[in-house]
């Protein structure tokens, strides 16, 4: 006979939590979605005990995931902690029309100051992640149409 996993109290708490429907539903998520389960996962379930700039460890994801969480993947969780942490770090808040995750991931290796000021021209005026791309290409200096440095 198959035994059955015992949810602990826990695994009950980060259940009931606030979790947007688009997340317990295991559809696409809004940037603003996203930000918001980062921020449930950073400041309720971890209890802000964590650097900020360290994802929590994969392995206590995947437990979340398991015994909590099963409609999403451990790699939703990290994005959306992800989003968070960066929009955290930067001062940054939603709502945004034209933000999303893609941009923050595009932005992700420039100096913070770049990384505010090209996010507040996104939302601005309303980029896609490629005319971003085209503005980092800029910053970095010449690439060729792959993306690569010549």
């Given at each position: 006979?198959?035994?059955?996993?015992?949810?602990?109290?826990?695994?009950?708490?980060?259940?009931?939590?606030?979790?947007?429907?688009?997340?317990?539903?295991?559809?696409?998520?809004?940037?603003?979605?996203?930000?918001?389960?980062?921020?449930?996962?950073?400041?309720?379930?971890?209890?802000?005990?964590?650097?900020?700039?360290?994802s929590?460890?994969?392995?206590?994801?995947?437990?979340?995931?398991?015994?909590?969480?099963?409609?999403?993947?451990?790699?939703?969780?990290?994005?959306?902690?992800?989003?968070?942490?960066?929009c955290?770090?930067?001062?940054?808040?939603?709502?945004?029309?034209?933000?999303?995750?893609?941009?923050?991931?595009?932005?992700?290796?420039?100096?913070?100051?770049?990384?505010?000021?090209?996010?507040?021209?996104?939302?601005?005026?309303?980029?896609?992640?490629?005319?971003?791309?085209?503005?980092?290409?800029?910053?970095?200096?010449?690439?060729?149409?792959?993306?690569?440095?010549?």
């Amino acid at each position: 006979m198959a035994q059955r996993r015992k949810t602990t109290p826990t695994d009950k708490n980060i259940r009931d939590l606030p979790w947007p429907d688009a997340f317990l539903q295991a559809q696409a998520l809004t940037t603003n979605d996203s930000y918001k389960v980062g921020q449930l996962l950073v400041e309720r379930v971890y209890e802000s005990r964590r650097d900020a700039n360290r994802s929590p460890k994969p392995s206590s994801l995947r437990k979340i995931q398991s015994n909590a969480l099963p409609e999403v993947s451990v790699s939703t969780l990290l994005r959306c902690i992800q989003v968070y942490e960066t929009c955290r770090t930067l001062g940054m808040k939603p709502p945004w029309t034209y933000v999303r995750a893609g941009h923050l991931f595009r932005v992700a290796n420039l100096p913070k100051t770049q990384q505010r000021t090209l996010l507040t021209r996104v939302e601005k005026e309303g980029w896609t992640v490629a005319r971003l791309q085209q503005e980092i290409d800029k910053l970095k200096g010449s690439r060729t149409p792959d993306g690569r440095r010549p």
